[in-house]
């Protein structure tokens, strides 16, 4: 039991993030509408902890057993009638429908309160386990009713935007949608409608396919567009929803091999927070970890150059003041040269000291332009430099008008001969981006 407790907080805090970050993320031409989203995504998150604290009663706790019951059905009622609206936003007939919907539910809440005996005649909180006993009269088929026709309409309403769309996109964030819900509400009219009228013990199935079907359709949110999203909360309230299915799905498999291992019903729950606190600090390093990992494939790989770690890294350096000899430190490491320097305004800025004299340097500074690209031809006086220093090639800096703003001075490539004209084009957009990196940090 107490791994579907983990789990269902989990789930709770999965569920609430997932609708927060559609609406706060959203752009204003999609605000009203993933304002139910986000709504429904609350009332979702109330529904799971009340089924997650009810599940946690103890046998003392009988004063507050009867509130924490009203959350596991109060809530529901109103989660599924905003998702009705999110779903079928753009017809007025489901948005009246869903106020139609939300003043039964409120009249339903209402009784509830009023008299709790017309849903319920009594509950059992014990250590073997919690549960309530509903009683099968008008109101619940009434409530059975309720989720019935709204289910309905959802699936109505998505059946209806998926034939009218011409966009492909969108049709397939809409499929999955649908069968998200088509398959959440098959599970949910079983063991959260039907079947706690005789066995109180599994509801909490309902809660977690609810929170796989939006997990979900948050997915297709950001891979098919369906809510325009800014990149800034893509990056914040994404990462925590893709860290609580990673521990999820880890705390799940965790139970079944342990299970397995050692004959026994369940882990004790210091195992289970031992094993929780441990998840959680490997996926916080888990980004620290990536970076080292890439670090280090960089830099070992010296037959290729990881055009995708330098450039991650280089547009790093051009939000903040870059030092121009860490910079050539870094270029000569990872595009895997003996020596890389930097020449601007006559002064050399290089991954190591070398020793060139001023009149040196003028004549590398004073080296034609090239016609096309931007290496740099080497005339007889530079060809003693050149050869004397170990130096293979310089290319020209510009700036985005053409400018020249310095020179890229390259050693000796590292276990080559010579470059491979694949290799010189990916040399030649690195180069441009650090000259795009040293005119960011002017």
Known sequence: MQLITILLVLTTILTFASGISAWAGSKKADKKSSKYFAISMTFGAIWNLAITAFMALKPEDTN????????????AMF?????????GYQFKIVRAFGLLMAMVAAGMAGLIIYDSS??????????EGNSVALNFNWFYISYAIFYFLITSVIMLSLFIRIRKTRNKNLRNGLLILGAGILITGSFMLCFDVVLPLWNYDLIWIGTMTFTITMVGHYYSILKYRLIQLSSSWLKSLSYVIILITAASIYMLLFYIVFTALFKVSSPSPAIFVLNFLMIAIVLLLLPAMNELSSFVKSLISSE????????KKLNVMSTSKVNLNELSGFLADHLHFSYVGILSKNKL????????????????SSLPEPKRGIWQQFNKSALEITSKNEIKAVAILVDAKGKKIG???????ENKNSLERRELIQLEMLINLTAATIEGKK
């Open 64 to 75: 507050i057993a009867p509130f924490i019951i009203l959350g596991i059905y109060i809530p």
């Open 79 to 87: 989660m599924d009638i905003c998702l009705m609206v999110y779903c």
């Open 118 to 127: 017309i849903l319920y005649s009594s509950f059992t909180l014990s250590h």
């Open 304 to 311: 290729t150059i990881d055009i995708a770690y330098v450039v």
């Open 349 to 364: 800025y290089g991954s190591e000291a070398k020793q060139l004299s001023t009149d040196e340097l003028k004549i590398i």
């Open 407 to 413: 020179q890229l001075i390259l050693g000796k490539p």
